[in-house]
C-alpha cells in the first residue's frame, strides 16, 4: 500500500531531477554561446557564427574541444586535491536546483505533482549553506595547483566569498522577516497575484533595498565581473584555473555558468513572484497548461537576469581589491544592517508582526 | 539494522576516522581538510536527530565559514621543516595534561548517561527544527543566550583590537 504510493512518487523525483539536470546544463552550455553573442552586440561585433545556423551549435563545438584537449596535471601538485577541486565547484552548482520551485503543483493523467525536487523547510539556509561550500572547489584547487597566481587566486576567492557572504546573509534575513518563512516554495507562493492589498505582490516592490543588496553579493559569489578578481588575467595570469586544462578548466568556466543561471532563479524566487505570470490564470486554467506555462514565465524571468549579468560583465570594469574590500564590509553589511532594522520597526508599526 | 542505524554506523565511523586523520596528517592543510569531513559527519547526526535547522547553520557557520577562514591562514604559513618552531618539552606536557583533563571531564560527564534509547515527546524530538529552536531560545533561555551574543561581540571587539596597527 504505502508502496504503491512510494514508488510512483520516487519515479517522478527521478525523472524531475533529470530534467532539472539537463535545464541546467542546457541553460549553462547556451550561457557561454549568448555571453559571446552579447559581448559582440555590446561591441558591435557579429560573435560566433560559424558552427550551425546563427552559430548555434557553438556550445557543442566548445564541448568537444574541451573533451579532445590534452590533460595536464602538475607533476609537484596533489593529484587527489587537483581533481577534486573542479568537481566540488561542479557539484555545489548543480545541488543547488533541488530546493528552486520551477512551477506550482502540476496534475498529470489526475494525479498532482509539485514542481520542485524537495522542499525542505529551511529551504533558504539550504541554499546559504551550498553557496558557502562552492568556496572549497576554488580553494582546494588553486592550492593543489601549486602555483603562486593559483593559490593568490584561490585566496581572493575566499576572501571576497566570506566578505560577501555575511552582507548576502543578512539580506536573506531581511527577506525571511519579510515573508516569515523559510521555505523557497512557500515564499513564491506568498508572492502569487501581481496586486495584493493594493500594492505589487512581488517581494522586490515590498523592499528593494534587500534585492539590490541581494544582487550585488550574487555577482559577487558567482566571481562575475566586476568581482572577479580571483581570475583576473590582467594580475594573477589565469587566477586559480591557471594549471586547468582540458575539461577540468571546462567544469570551472561551466560551474560559473550554472551558478549564474541558479543565482538568477534564487532571484526570481525571492524578489520577482517566483513562477507568478500577472494576469496569467485569467486566460489559463488548465491544470495541465498553466503550471506549464508558469514554469516557461519562471525560466524567462531567470533568462533576463543571465542576460543582467552579462550586460554588467561587458560594460563594468573591474574593481580594485580595496575598492572590493571597501564596498562589501564598509558600505554592503551596514547598509544590509540598517535595511533588516528598518524592516522589523516597519513591519512592527504597520502591526505585520 | 533499519535505514537509522545503518546511518548512524557509517556517519559515527567517517566522524572518528577523520577527526584521527585531522591530528595525524603531516601537512596542516589535510588536517584542515579532514576536519571539513568531519563537521559534515556531525551535521550527519544532527539530520538524523531531525534537527535539520543545526545541522544546516553547523555546515554554514563551520565548514562555510570558519574553515575556510583556517585553510586562508594555513595557506600563508611557512609550512617548511627549518622554520618549524622549536616545542620544547614542559609545552608537550603542558598539552598532555589538557588534553588528558578534557578526557576525564568528558569521561565524567558520560558515564552515567543510559544507552536505551528513551521515549522522547513529540515536542522534544523537534525541538531542532527552526520555529521550536527559536520558540525555546528566546522564551526559556533568552539571558543565556544574549550574554553570548555580548560575549562574542566582545571578542570581535578584541580581535580588531589586536588586529589593528598601533598608532602613536
Same mark, same amino acid.
Given at each position: 500500500m504505502l508502496l504503491a504510493v512510494l514508488i510512483p512518487?520516487?519515479?517522478?523525483?527521478?525523472?524531475?531531477?533529470?530534467?532539472?539536470?539537463?535545464?541546467?546544463?542546457?541553460?549553462?552550455?547556451y550561457s557561454t554561446y549568448a555571453e559571446r553573442k552579447v559581448s559582440a552586440l555590446m561591441q558591435d561585433r557579429v560573435g560566433p557564427d560559424r558552427a550551425g545556423p546563427f552559430g548555434l551549435l557553438q556550445p557543442l563545438a566548445d564541448g568537444v574541444k574541451m573533451f579532445m584537449k590534452e590533460e595536464i596535471i602538475p607533476n609537484v601538485s596533489n593529484k587527489f586535491l587537483f581533481i577534486l577541486g573542479?568537481?566540488?565547484?561542479?557539484?555545489?552548482?548543480?545541488?543547488?536546483?533541488?530546493?528552486?520551485?520551477?512551477?506550482?503543483?502540476?496534475?498529470?493523467?489526475?494525479?498532482? %505533482?509539485?514542481?520542485q525536487v524537495t522542499d525542505v523547510n529551511i529551504g533558504v539556509l539550504y541554499l546559504l549553506g551550498v553557496v558557502s561550500i562552492g568556496v572549497y572547489g576554488v580553494m582546494i584547487g588553486g592550492w593543489a595547483s601549486n602555483n603562486k597566481f593559483a593559490l593568490l587566486g584561490a585566496l581572493r576567492a575566499s576572501?571576497?566569498?566570506?566578505? %560577501? #557572504?555575511?552582507?548576502?546573509?543578512?539580506?536573506?534575513?531581511? /527577506?525571511?522577516?519579510?515573508?516569515?518563512?523559510?521555505?523557497?516554495?512557500?515564499?513564491?507562493? +506568498?508572492? +502569487?497575484?501581481?496586486v495584493q492589498d493594493s500594492w505589487l505582490g512581488w517581494n522586490f516592490f515590498?523592499?528593494?533595498?534587500?534585492? /539590490?543588496?541581494?544582487?550585488?553579493?550574487?555577482?559577487?559569489?558567482?566571481?562575475?565581473?566586476?568581482?572577479?578578481?580571483? #581570475?583576473?588575467?590582467?594580475?594573477?595570469?589565469?587566477?586559480?584555473h591557471t594549471e586547468y586544462s582540458s575539461m577540468k578548466l571546462g567544469l570551472f568556466l561551466?560551474?560559473?555558468?550554472?551558478?549564474?543561471?541558479?543565482?538568477?532563479?534564487?532571484?526570481?524566487?525571492?524578489?520577482?513572484?517566483? %513562477?507568478?505570470?500577472?494576469?496569467?490564470?485569467?486566460?489559463?486554467?488548465?491544470?495541465?497548461?498553466?503550471?506549464m506555462l508558469s514554469t516557461l514565465v519562471f525560466l524567462g524571468k531567470t533568462i533576463f537576469f543571465i542576460f543582467v549579468f552579462m550586460w554588467i560583465r561587458w560594460?563594468?570594469?573591474?574593481?580594485?581589491?580595496?575598492?572590493?574590500?571597501?564596498?562589501?564590509?564598509?558600505?554592503?553589511?551596514?547598509?544590509?544592517?540598517?535595511?533588516?532594522?528598518a524592516t522589523a520597526v516597519g513591519m512592527w508599526l504597520t502591526g505585520k508582526i | 539494522m533499519t535505514v537509522t542505524q545503518i546511518l548512524f554506523v557509517v556517519l559515527s565511523l567517517m566522524a572518528v576516522l577523520s577527526g584521527l586523520f585531522t591530528i595525524f596528517s603531516k601537512n596542516p592543510v589535510f588536517s584542515a581538510l579532514w576536519l571539513i569531513v568531519a563537521f559534515f559527519a556531525i551535521a550527519g547526526h544532527y539530520i538524523l536527530l531531525n534537527a535539520?535547522? /543545526?545541522?544546516?547553520?553547523?555546515?554554514?557557520? %563551520?565548514?562555510?565559514?570558519?574553515?575556510?577562514?583556517f585553510l586562508y591562514v594555513v595557506f600563508m604559513i611557512n609550512l617548511n621543516k627549518e622554520t618549524e618552531p622549536n616545542k620544547p618539552a614542559w609545552v608537550r606536557i603542558a598539552a598532555v595534561i589538557s588534553g588528558g583533563m578534557m578526557m576525564l571531564t568528558l569521561v565524567a560527564a558520560l558515564k552515567g548517561a543510559s544507552l536505551v534509547p528513551q521515549n522522547k515527546s513529540a515536542?522534544?524530538?523537534?525541538?531542532?527544527l527552526a520555529s521550536n529552536l527559536g520558540k525555546v531560545l528566546f522564551n526559556d533561555f533568552l539571558v543565556p543566550f544574549e550574554l553570548s551574543s555580548v560575549l562574542l561581540l566582545a571578542a570581535m571587539v578584541g580581535a580588531v583590537m589586536l588586529g589593528k596597527r598601533q598608532i602613536h
Open positions: 512518487m520516487l519515479a517522478y523525483k527521478g525523472i524531475l531531477v533529470v530534467i532539472v539536470f539537463a535545464i541546467s546544463l542546457g541553460v549553462a552550455a573542479p568537481a566540488i565547484s561542479m557539484m555545489t552548482a548543480l545541488l543547488t536546483g533541488a530546493v528552486i520551485p520551477w512551477g506550482p503543483d502540476i496534475t498529470i493523467g489526475g494525479n498532482v %505533482y509539485p514542481l576572501s571576497q566569498m566570506i566578505s %560577501y #557572504e555575511v552582507a548576502m546573509g543578512i539580506s536573506v534575513i531581511t /527577506l525571511i522577516l519579510l515573508t516569515g518563512t523559510m521555505s523557497t516554495a512557500e515564499i513564491a507562493e +506568498q508572492q +502569487q497575484g501581481f515590498k523592499n528593494p533595498v534587500t534585492f /539590490l543588496i541581494f544582487f550585488i553579493c550574487a555577482l559577487a559569489e558567482t566571481n562575475r565581473t566586476p568581482f572577479d578578481l580571483p #581570475e583576473c588575467e590582467t594580475e594573477l595570469v589565469g587566477g586559480y561551466f560551474a560559473e555558468y550554472i551558478n549564474m543561471f541558479i543565482s538568477s532563479a534564487v532571484m526570481v524566487t525571492f524578489f520577482f513572484g517566483g %513562477y507568478s505570470a500577472p494576469f496569467l490564470n485569467r486566460f489559463v486554467t488548465d491544470p495541465f497548461w498553466f503550471p560594460t563594468v570594469p573591474r574593481f580594485r581589491y580595496d575598492q572590493l574590500m571597501n564596498l562589501g564590509w564598509k558600505i554592503l553589511i551596514p547598509l544590509s544592517i540598517i535595511n533588516l532594522v | 535539520q535547522f /543545526l545541522a544546516v547553520v553547523h555546515i554554514i557557520v %563551520y565548514a562555510g565559514a570558519i574553515m575556510v577562514l515536542e522534544a524530538l523537534n525541538i531542532g
